[in-house]
């Protein structure tokens, strides 16, 4: 964990003053609670404040960027990869007091919120209305929307409704310089030649702070449809994927799970899931009522055609919830195999999710680790997770060697590092990797030119390591 450096009482002063004294925090217990996020490490930030308006954090923004002190925004702390951690120490903002749905207007179909709001109390805000907000990560019922912005979040319903940023329109953000400023528009025009909402989605707190957000929301579909397919062969149920995607039919959610995922959820649930079989293919369909039970019959041949062994299918939502459980309870049920859970978020093209999955078991082979695979196999997105225990070095190096791979191998079949996940600092050694020198060199020019004194939270997706590599 990093040293706790000294924040002068005048800093300290003028933070009490931006946001009140109650929401500025320098106790060991309030920061140590704020030191890490769904990742195994921790780094402790120096304070922690709590502002409840866009200009109390622009005056946070400005006592930072003053002072250069580093400075890291957090919303729920459910990131996989490190990004809201205080990596160099300096002021930790959190932004939960943001939590107000200040709009859903059910005529244009959008929903203007404040950052701090959680995903699924949106979605339930939007159903409200009939209407509808797909990006569903599989932690909506914890996560923030800003959170979700600022990761560009993708989830469950990937394979057709795409992710996050195909939902943002308007985005009211604090620069590093504390200017307060609103891009994009509510009807989803461009003026000038950047899509400025698609350059801040994604850019994971290292570019400015999301203090209001407006998406886009759909009429909510007419029927919904699930299915769970089982299978005997993990590479049958890896081939139903990449042939559902193949046959051009376009369902909401294609999750894969192999038979160490459904082990570890039976021994977490005790829900009488056959542990026998070697992987389960849970499927949903939606839209028109017609249109949804054509689809499912077609992705039920498919899911035949490819040895499906057992077929389920819900009749209505208590049975549709059931199939989802095991799904759903993934992580919790992979936390209690052993103390550090390593989730990796590699996506690879659909046709390649077979290969993909043969990869994840050998590396899990190769250097002898507990590993599962799971994900939105639909859109290619694949979770290897190692189950791990970071005390044990000698285990860890392999680790390290099998994430190292891991990656690699889905570079070479044409994937990306981070499906959904982010960089963060957990995945920045090997961004230079898949962006190519050119390619780094290119975004850092896009931080350097909004955040030049790197302030705002430093040590994420680029680093001094990876810059010597691009100027050497
Ligand atoms: C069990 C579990 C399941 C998950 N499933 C999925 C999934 O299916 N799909 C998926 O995409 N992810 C998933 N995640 C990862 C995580 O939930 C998402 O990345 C989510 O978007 C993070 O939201 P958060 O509010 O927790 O943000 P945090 O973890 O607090 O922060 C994430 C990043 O956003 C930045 N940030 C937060 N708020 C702001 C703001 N207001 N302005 C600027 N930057 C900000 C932070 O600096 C940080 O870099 C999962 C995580 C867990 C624990």
């Excluded at 030649?193 to 702070?209: R, Y």
């Excluded at 009429?219 to 046959?247: F, H, M, N």
């Excluded at 039970?293 to 208590?318: G, R, T």
Aim: negative net charge; aromatic residues 6%.
């Amino acid at each position: 964990m990093a040293e706790t450096m000294e924040l002068t009482a005048t800093v300290l002063d003028a933070l009490k003053a931006a946001v009140g004294s109650g929401n500025v925090h320098t106790e060991i217990e309030k920061r140590m609670v704020y030191s890490f996020d769904s990742t195994f490490q921790n780094h402790l930030p120096d304070v922690l404040v709590k502002p409840h308006t866009a200009d109390e954090a622009a005056a946070v923004v400005k006592i930072a960027s003053a002072n250069g002190i580093p400075l890291t925004v957090r919303g729920a702390g459910t990131c996989l990869s490190g990004g809201p951690v205080a990596l160099e120490g300096g002021i930790l903002m959190e932004m939960t007091a943001f939590k107000r749905i200040l709009e859903i207007n059910a005529e244009e179909r959008y929903a203007v919120v404040e950052p701090g709001v959680v995903t699924n109390d949106l979605i339930a805000a939007a159903a409200g209305h009939d209407l509808f907000y797909p990006p569903d990560p599989s932690s909506s019922g914890m996560s923030t929307l800003g959170g979700n912005v600022a990761e560009c979040a993708g989830g469950g319903r990937g394979v057709k409704y795409g992710v996050t940023r195909d939902y943002v329109l308007e985005l009211q953000l604090i620069l590093p310089d504390g200017q307060q400023i609103t891009v994009g528009n509510k009807v989803d025009g461009l003026t000038g030649w950047l899509d400025l909402p698609m350059l801040f989605t994604g850019s994971e707190g290292t570019l400015a702070i999301i203090t209001g957000i407006t998406v886009r929301l759909l009429p909510k579909p007419e029927a919904i449809r699930t299915a769970l397919a089982q299978y005997d062969d993990l590479d049958a149920a890896a081939r139903t994927v990449s042939a559902i995607i193949g046959a051009g039919i376009v369902p909401t959610t294609i999750e894969i799970m192999d038979q160490m995922t459904i082990r570890a959820v039976e021994n977490f649930l005790q829900i009488g899931l056959d542990t026998s079989k070697a992987a389960f293919v849970l499927l949903e369909v939606d839209g028109d009522s017609w249109e949804v039970e054509q689809q499912l019959e077609q992705v039920i041949a498919i899911c035949k055609s490819n040895d499906a062994v057992e077929i389920q299918v819900a009749h209505d939502e208590a049975e549709r919830a059931a199939l989802w459980k095991a799904r759903k309870s993934i992580s919790g049920a992979c936390g209690k195999i052993n103390p550090t859970k390593i989730g990796e978020d590699v996506a690879v093209p659909p046709g390649n999710i077979p290969k993909m999955i043969q990869a994840v078991k050998q590396i899990a082979e190769k250097y002898q680790l507990n590993m599962v695979v799971f994900g939105h196999a639909g859109d290619g997105n694949l979770h290897p997770n190692i189950m791990t225990d970071k005390r044990n070095a000698e285990e860890m190096e392999r680790v390290n060697q099998a994430i190292d791979e891991l990656f690699t191998r889905a570079l070479e079949l044409g994937g990306t590092l981070s499906g959904e996940h982010g960089i963060g600092f957990m995945k920045a050694p090997y961004v230079l990797q898949e962006l190519g020198r050119e390619g780094y060199l290119a975004q850092k020019q896009v931080k350097d030119s909004l955040d030049p004194q790197g302030y705002l939270n430093p040590g994420k997706i680029f680093i001094e390591k990876e810059l010597e590599l691009c100027h050497g």
